[in-house]
Every structure is written in structure tokens, then in C-alpha cells.
């Protein structure tokens, strides 16, 4: 089993910036990609950002292209999610998500096998 849990939300002007984090206990070892989602009121969940542990090739949402930024930190086995230039859409709780199996498509939620509980973001006009 994994373990996930989120930190880092808040309340935030448009503009502004927040980090996310997102750290795993557990068996940690079985990782091979972590993911960033959200999921705003009334929308399905969405997929923003992922990083495969392979060559920490990362992926993005077009909608945070160029705002977000999606990084890990080995050590501590956590990932962060930098939040710049934040919009009101951005509103959303946001999920921090764990793959175990090598998966090629991080941006398919169906693809984790892990999830934390969320942590709020609201970004005001």
C-alpha cells in the first residue's frame, strides 16, 4: 500500500501563486509516476500535471501549460505542484495521485492506483 497526502491549498487572488505538496509513505518503491487532478464543482475530475520517475519526464494539462510546474523531491518521496499566475478556474480541489505499474498514460486517472484525499484551492477574481 501507498499512502498520499496533499498539503499546500488555500485561499489565493488571481495572480497569485500557491504550492502544492504531496508526500508518500509506505511502499514508495512500487512508485513509477505520481499525478496531479482536480475537480471542481459540478465538472468531472481532470487530469493537470504528472511525473513519470523514469527520467522525470513530466506532463501537463494544456490549461496549466506555462503556469504550473510539476517537480520531486527523491529524498523525501514528495511532489509538488508550483501554481503561478492562477486564474479563478483554477478552483478546485486538487488530488495527488500514485501509479505502480509503468504506466504510459499518466494523464488517464484510471491509470493510479493511489489517490490522497485532496486539498482545496480557490482562487479569488
Known amino acids: 500500500q501507498v499512502q498520499l497526502v496533499e498539503s499546500g491549498g488555500g485561499l489565493v487572488q488571481a495572480g497569485g501563486s500557491l504550492r502544492l505538496s504531496c508526500e508518500a509513505s509506505?511502499?514508495?518503491?512500487?512508485?513509477?509516476?505520481m499525478g496531479w487532478f482536480r475537480q471542481a464543482p459540478g465538472k468531472e475530475r481532470e487530469f493537470v500535471a504528472a511525473i513519470r520517475w523514469s527520467g522525470d519526464i513530466t506532463y501537463y494539462a494544456d490549461s496549466v501549460k506555462g503556469r504550473f510546474t510539476i517537480s520531486r523531491d527523491n529524498a523525501k518521496i514528495t511532489v509538488y505542484l508550483q501554481m503561478d499566475s492562477l486564474k479563478p478556474e483554477d478552483t478546485a480541489v486538487y488530488y495527488c495521485?500514485?501509479?505502480?505499474?509503468?504506466?504510459?498514460?499518466?494523464?488517464?486517472?484510471?491509470?493510479?492506483?493511489?489517490w490522497g484525499q485532496g486539498t482545496q484551492v480557490t482562487v479569488s477574481s
Open positions: 495521485a500514485a501509479e505502480v505499474g509503468d504506466s504510459l498514460y499518466l494523464e488517464n486517472a484510471r491509470e493510479y492506483d493511489y
Open positions: 509506505g511502499r514508495t518503491w512500487s512508485i513509477s509516476g
